[in-house]
């Protein structure tokens, strides 16, 4: 039996200079700018939401009440407790109103006992009277004089007393108006509602979203990008973008921003661009793809990435040889060094 035998031509090629690019490839994602959740300070339940999608809001406009019926009866106690503490305080029938009239009493007392000493002890030095009168109003005028000292004190201390009574009062409305104002959600920036996720009615807690809050006209183009690629990527490099709304069009935009912290969920990295010119209408998540510039070279000499082998080498006919490699792309790679454009490469 005869078998035929059949000689496969193989490929060859031959290196070129030609403008070459390297770039790397992300996924693209629209959203606006300073986007952000609103979330609730305080759990609850939504007794009023005053936005819908699309709705333009302004910073610190409140768009949704908690049901807030302890908070305010808090605050009715605290205004009680700040007009008895003020009345206390600085009102005419007061504690240091009483503590004063006994001073002002006892000084007159005082004055009193001090003439009536001071004139038995003139009379006691020429020899009249008794010593135990003498006696008996000198105990007398420094009992008032003591009594008086600790109304004087009593009347510091009570005073004190009652002004940090007051003070505290004061606080603790301010802190009840404060907790009340947890029970307003407020937006934190001028700008659109892209989406309202809840309804009146419904339980809200700190973890779960009201709303979603970005600017109306400014957008950020966020990209993911490979963790083989992330040590590529600086900021400044430029970007051609094409959005699936938009087929056949190319937009430019910069590198502006790459988060440090990789998803182990998807294995990639966050960047964030901004367009050089925006298209006139865009959406928040409108979706499509990133190509970001590495390097670029006017005359680079290349070859088809499949005439590479494994080991860095390139098929000759007269063997194998070694090349330095530089800048690559999805189709073609730089030759530094090892072969020239004479040079008649095989395909592997």
């Given amino acids: 039996m005869l078998f035929p035998s059949c000689t496969q031509k193989k490929e060859k090629t031959k290196p070129i200079f030609s403008k070459m690019t390297e770039s790397v490839y992300a996924s693209v994602t629209v959203q606006p700018e300073d986007l952000y959740d609103v979330f609730a300070a305080t759990p ?36 009680l407790n700040v007009d008895l503490s003020r009345e206390n305080y600085k009102g005419k029938a007061t504690i240091l109103s009483s503590i004063s009239d006994e001073i002002s009493s006892t000084k007159k007392q005082l004055q009193i006992d001090s003439i009536n000493y001071f004139r038995q002890k003139n009379l006691w030095e020429k020899n009249v009277g008794s010593r135990s009168e003498l006696e008996t109003r000198q105990l007398k005028y420094e009992l008032t004089q003591d009594n008086l000292d600790i109304l004087q004190k009593r009347y510091e201390q009570t005073s004190l007393e009652l002004e940090n009574s007051y003070n505290q009062a004061q606080n603790a409305l301010k802190k009840a108006k404060s907790n009340l104002s947890d029970y307003f959600i407020k937006a934190k920036i001028n700008g659109k509602v892209y989406s309202v996720l809840k309804k009146e009615g419904e339980l809200i807690n700190q973890q779960e979203p009201l709303a979603q809050i970005g600017k109306s006209s400014a957008f950020i183009i966020e990209l993911m990008i490979d963790e083989v690629d992330i040590a590529k990527i600086s900021l400044g490099q430029f970007a051609w973008i094409t959005l699936d709304a938009y087929e056949g069009e190319v937009f430019e935009a910069t590198i502006t921003k790459i988060y440090p912290l990789k998803d182990t969920r998807t294995q990639t990295f966050k960047i964030e661009a901004n367009f050089n010119e925006p298209p006139k209408v865009l959406y928040a998540g409108l979706s ?17 990435i499949e005439f590479l082998t494994e080991d860095n080498k390139v098929k000759t006919e007269n063997g194998d040889v070694a090349v330095e490699l530089g800048m690559k792309n999805m189709e073609r790679i730089e030759i530094l060094s090892g072969i020239d454009t004479s040079t008649v490469i095989l395909k592997p």
């Fill in 44 to 79: 609850g339940i939504l007794d009023h939401i005053f936005i819908n999608e699309g709705d333009s809001v302004t910073q610190d406009q409140i768009i949704a009440q908690i049901t807030a019926n302890t908070p305010k009866l808090n605050i009715e106690n605290a205004l």
């Fill in 288 to 304: 499509g793809e990133a190509n970001i510039l590495l390097q670029e070279k006017e005359n680079a000499l290349s070859i088809p």
